[in-house]
């Protein structure tokens, strides 16, 4: 590694007490070099509650961090759904479920009445490869745009379309790349000329694909032109395809879903992470002819996608989500968030919508450090961006002013 | 479609009770044309116990059909640890946890000393995608050799290699397709055919990928020249992935996998739908040096791969086949069933080892007759083969002499 990251450097253990050292030699072991470990310091979480989580020594930890226990970790509604399914039956679509189809028709109806089909996969990755496949079969095209430090997922065809996994060495030779969101770049006219790229190669383009927050980018909430980038790869006969994976289930503060903050009418939505507030669930919405031109052309089924104890977790996730009114709360505190980031007066620019936000420092090395000293103030965040300058702030949804104080207290004491 | 099939025809619903047609048209209309219901009368399924599922009006069935539930469904201790570990906390694998630790060093001991390195997905359609990128990464090839009828999963990357999906026009054109096994067919032959036709393409080889019950094939135990074909790819510069997700875990009735009956040594073994019992949880295994290879690529995170509720489902699912001696169980009642199939002397022939039974009839007409008839009388299986004129026969592994009975009786009076 080049310099400090905010991952586990496993040369550099020997603070380390010698147990987990050891858990962690026998984790890399076994599980291989793939995975990665954060901070220089790693956390072993043994319980959470609410916006709170615990080491296995009870140490508590402010979770500022993770988006996949949106509602909460171990949300007593969500954990009681989970149970009480398990303990009835856990089985697929191919039998008739009414609360199956409730969820579905629950989920659409938070969406344009043209999205009107769901289709169930386990991961959001899984859920932008479906994505891909039915844009292709549509349009018949191959092209598809991309932000320069764009993440959608890890088959082999989403991370094709995903330059953060591997850099855009790794990308396919249909995948086109435009600068991320910042000042002095139009967006539509960046579209635009990846259109105009891809005919010179003779490619149609099959379609453009974004976050609706830009979040592995660095966290943009405010894009324009992305209305009339939309509009150019529908007229280029491409479609539109919204990965609200990170941004959807309100996290943004105003809606459900991230697109609606940009105008933007896409062709397909996909969701995922905190659809099931952790229980592997997420779907890819479309236009109804789409879904039935792909399913002219051969069968997709998904085991485990749409599952009943999944379902039964989305659903109790979805109905809090409502009953506590947590999209007005990240609007709330998402605000007074930025408002307290922006006053300690240490960040090069302070960016998101409700609690996604990104607070961009001079560089990685201070990104990084302070990312670590807070992880030592037991306050979990990470860092973004293609510079890794940017620190990533995407807590539970019920995170509270008083977290919020929590977090701009030890934050004003970790930066240098 | 033409003829029935095994599967729920909407224009034929006349026959239903008014608030099932209701509910299978808001399905129709909320999820789209994807979904599919098993049988032309749809089972609406609330709960299930060990082998016998109930439907909402509390009607029993024998469940004959369904692998994931392996262990039984609605285990007490698989369901015990998921509400546990819910209740506690749902996390992924970046944070330290012994647990998942222990699983993957408790999985790993079940294989081959060379299969070193455990990666977690959600899905056997993830864990084939990652299979093949490494093995197209290791290898520098892209060719890939399948049988006529294999089925491997739903990604871009993997539904390129199953012709089940939608037929042979769908596949790559670096993908070499290979008769199923069966009478008068050299495996090892049909192979070495594949790899020649590839060089002449000017494609490297990068993978043999083997079902190693052949399911959708028809069902296959002993497949002459297997291990034969393995080391031709191997002499070429490709890898074996053996692909575990339907025969793995012990249903064989012979060890825990499918590759060991015939002698194989993959490189790679791919995991998945018993793995959790029904929680959404599947795994990459292979050789340290290909995780290594891959890893120096680029990076790899899967969100719900591995995550805290599916690893506890996971170790409860391979502890209870251990307590229970579900493997021994699938020997011996595999055994007296295949014995009792072949005694009522209505089949083409009878293949199969443990509880992964094909028994195939004269032709499909036939065989989705008798699907539908044993639906009618409350037990359930499928047809499978290219020519789908083969009863599937799967069920969780507890199921006993009794349940063998019963479905023996029951199919002497459903067969026509």
């Not at 956390?43 to 709170?52: D, E, N």
């Not at 402010?62 to 171990?74: E, I, K, Q, R």
């Not at 459900?256 to 997420?282: C, Q, S």
């Amino acid at each position: 590694m080049a310099g400090p990251t905010t991952y586990f450097d496993p040369t550099d253990s020997a603070g380390l007490e010698p147990p987990v050292r050891d858990l962690i030699e026998r984790r890399a072991r076994a599980m291989g070099s793939a995975y990665r470990l954060f901070y220089q310091d790693p956390v072993q979480l043994a319980r959470g509650s609410g916006t709170k989580v615990y080491d296995v020594d009870g140490v508590e930890y402010l979770d500022a961090y993770n988006n996949v226990p949106s509602v909460g970790h171990a949300h007593p509604r969500v954990v009681a759904a989970i149970a009480a399914q398990a303990a009835l039956l856990t089985t697929h679509t191919r039998y008739l479920s009414e609360p199956t189809v409730n969820y579905a028709e629950d989920l659409l109806s938070t969406l344009p009445e043209h999205i009107a089909n769901v289709m169930f996969t386990c991961t959001g990755s899984e859920a932008n490869d479906l994505a891909l496949r039915i844009a292709k079969l549509a349009t018949g095209g191959t092209g598809v745009i991309v932000t320069r430090n764009a993440y959608h997922g890890v088959t082999t065809e989403i991370a094709a379309i995903s330059p953060s996994l591997g850099g855009v060495q790794s990308l396919a030779d249909w995948t086109r790349v435009i600068p991320a969101p910042g000042p002095g770049i139009g967006f539509a006219e960046a579209v635009e000329a990846a259109i105009a790229d891809l005919a010179l190669a003779g490619i149609r383009p099959a379609a453009l694909i974004v976050d609706t927050i830009f979040a592995s980018d660095g966290v943009f909430a405010d894009v324009p032109g992305l209305a009339h980038a939309a509009a150019a790869v529908h007229r280029a006969g491409g479609l539109v395809i919204a990965d609200e994976v990170q941004p959807g289930f309100g996290r943004l503060g105003t809606g459900m879903w991230g697109f609606e903050r940009h105008a933007l009418r896409p062709d397909i939505v996909t969701v995922g992470k905190p659809m099931g507030n952790g229980a592997p669930i997420a779907a890819m919405l479309a236009r109804r002819e789409l879904v039935d031109e792909f399913n002219s052309h051969g069968r997709y089924f998904n085991t485990f996608g749409g599952s009943s104890v999944s379902i039964a977790a989305a659903q109790a996730t979805l109905d809090v989500l409502r009953d506590e009114n947590l999209i007005g709360n990240a609007r709330v505190v998402g605000d007074y968030l930025v408002a307290g980031l922006t006053h300690l007066g240490r960040f090069v620019e302070v960016r998101g919508a409700g609690l996604f936000i990104g607070a961009q420092l001079e560089n990685e090395r201070v990104a990084v450090a302070a990312v670590n000293a807070l992880r030592a103030r037991r306050v979990l965040i990470s860092a973004a961006g293609p510079a890794n300058d940017t620190l990533k702030i995407r807590p539970p949804l019920p995170f509270s002013i008083a977290d919020a104080d929590r977090l701009l207290t030890e934050l004003a004491t970790a930066l240098p």
